[in-house]
């Protein structure tokens, strides 16, 4: 059975600093998904960036990047020089293989940009 | 393309009564699912379907039924409503593949469902 673990419920951060999030993961599969989402307070679920557990670098996308280390099961996401609009629910989720497409997510952390 | 579409918006239901989320997607996915969130437990998935008349049962399936006849629809039924069953309910889909493929998931805007 997969597991995700986000062990920050809430985090508040100073505008244009950079934000870590974290997401600790366990599976017992070679090969999967991790992705990350944003939930704004409005509801609607934002794909944010996927990492394959094969992928050897490091996933980017703008702002955001993931920071994927597959021995220690993690895969933090960095928002550099966060903005206001960053204020959301942030879930890490992870997808299994061999056509098996549910997301098994974690419990999110909230955070909060101050301006 | 209108994306994952979901109806109604809200819904206020009386404990036993019966009703039926919609939900369709113009993506020719195959995949499709239904997740529950509830505050603190992220979300849960429900129910999913791999293709037209293909359905199985995710983490949380008890009091819900699916039935997909085509592509394009996947509807969450509530057979008795129960105050345990007030959540927001997301239905999503995606193309079916390999967990190396960089395709995500495209979620509806979610159905916000209480049961009095």
């Known amino acids: 059975a997969q597991k995700i673990t986000q062990t920050q419920p809430g985090m508040f951060v100073q505008e244009k600093e950079a934000v870590t999030l974290d997401c600790t993961y366990d599976?017992?599969?070679?090969?999967?998904?991790l992705f990350w989402y944003k939930q704004p307070s409005s509801g609607e679920m934002i794909f944010l960036i996927y990492q394959g557990s094969y992928d050897e670098q490091n996933a980017t996308e703008g702002r955001y990047s993931l920071n994927f280390q597959k021995a220690r099961k993690s895969a933090n996401l960095v928002i550099s020089a966060s903005q206001l609009g960053d204020s959301a629910m942030y879930f890490c989720?992870?997808?299994?293989?061999?056509?098996?497409?549910?997301?098994?997510f974690g419990t999110g952390t909230r955070l909060t940009i101050i301006p | 393309n209108a994306g994952v579409t979901q109806t109604p918006k809200f819904q206020v239901l009386k404990t036993g009564q019966s009703m039926t989320l919609q939900c369709a997607q113009d993506?020719?996915?195959?995949?499709m699912s239904w997740y529950r969130q509830d505050p603190g437990m992220g979300l849960r998935l429900i129910h999913y379907s791999v293709g037209a008349g293909i359905t199985d049962q995710g983490e949380v399936p008890n009091g819900y039924n699916v039935s997909r006849s085509t592509t394009e629809d996947f509807p969450l039924r509530l057979l008795s409503a129960a105050p345990s069953q007030t959540s927001v309910y997301f239905c999503?889909?995606?193309?079916?593949?390999?967990?190396?493929?960089?395709?995500?998931?495209?979620f509806g805007p979610g159905t916000r469902l209480t049961v009095t």
């Open positions: 993506m020719n996915h195959e995949y």
């Open positions: 599976t017992s599969d070679q090969s999967y998904g």
């Open positions: 999503a889909s995606s193309y079916l593949g390999r967990a190396q493929a960089s395709y995500e998931q495209y």
């Open positions: 989720a992870m997808r299994a293989d061999f056509g098996n497409e549910k997301l098994t």
